[in-house]
T-cell receptor
Framework: GQNIDQPTEMTATEGAIVQINCTYQ??????LFWYQQHAGEAPTFLSY????GLEEKGRFSSFLSRSKGYSYLLLKELQMKDSASYLC?????????FGAGTTVTVRA | ETGVTQSPTHLIKTRGQQVTLRCSSQ?????VSWYQQALGQGPQFIFQ???????GRGNFPPRFSGLQFPNYSSELNVNALELDDSALYLC?????????????FGPGTRLTVT
């Protein structure tokens, strides 16, 4: 089976920085995705890493270390609208294998 | 550009019944994947269709079946519904080319089995 682990919940203050870690042990690897999902809505694409290193996209950055089976999503200058579930997903050939998601709550 | 759409939005069925969920892929996309998301969990891959053929399947029993049509829209059929089938069913479309193959998700169908 595929193991993709991420923390269940995180809480942070508006304007702060939060780092969501994801570790994976999978039978293959064709890249790692991060998705944001608000309650009752579809997941929306945030970032994609296939090579080691940091990808920056505005307030969101994602890092990958393939040798360590590790990724993180960094959310800077948190806003209330960032309260959501963040899903880490490993691409395996034709499918995505998801972690259970990390619920981030941003407090004023 | 039209995004991924799914119908119906919500559905309530009784155990043992059959259900059909529908998905229209994003314009220009030729691949559709279906996922089941139980409450508090990440999406679980059911299967994928590429050019009207099943292209891969997750750990779901045969009573989960699907179709893809020439216009790349798709259906998910579930027979003999069980209580554990209650979940959000997500459809995602993508364009199979070299590169990211990012999947775009629809809003989902919330299925409740009683």
């Amino acid at each position: 089976g595929q193991n993709i682990d991420q923390p269940t919940e995180m809480t942070a203050t508006e304007g702060a920085i939060v780092q969501i870690n994801c570790t994976y042990q999978t039978s293959g690897f064709n890249g790692l995705f991060w998705y944001q999902q608000h309650a009752g809505e579809a997941p929306t694409f945030l970032s994609y890493n296939v090579l080691d290193g940091l990808e920056e996209k505005g307030r969101f950055s994602s890092f990958l270390s393939r040798s360590k089976g590790y990724s993180y999503l960094l959310l800077k200058e948190l806003q209330m609208k960032d309260s959501a579930s963040y899903l880490c997903a490993v691409k395996l050939d034709y499918k995505l294998s998801f972690g259970a998601g990390t619920t981030v709550t941003v407090r004023a | 550009e039209t995004g991924v759409t799914q119908s119906p939005t919500h559905l309530i069925k009784t155990r043992g019944q059959q259900v059909t969920l529908r998905c229209s892929s994003q314009s220009g996309h030729n691949t559709v994947s279906w996922y089941q998301q139980a409450l508090g969990q990440g999406p679980q891959f059911i299967f994928q269709y590429y050019r009207e053929e099943e292209n891969g399947r997750g750990n779901f029993p045969p009573r989960f079946s699907g179709l893809q049509f020439p216009n790349y829209s798709s259906e998910l059929n579930v027979n003999a519904l069980e209580l554990d089938d209650s979940a959000l069913y997500l459809c995602a479309s993508s364009l199979v080319l070299a590169g990211v193959n990012e999947q775009y998700f629809g809003p989902g169908t919330r299925l409740t089995v009683t």
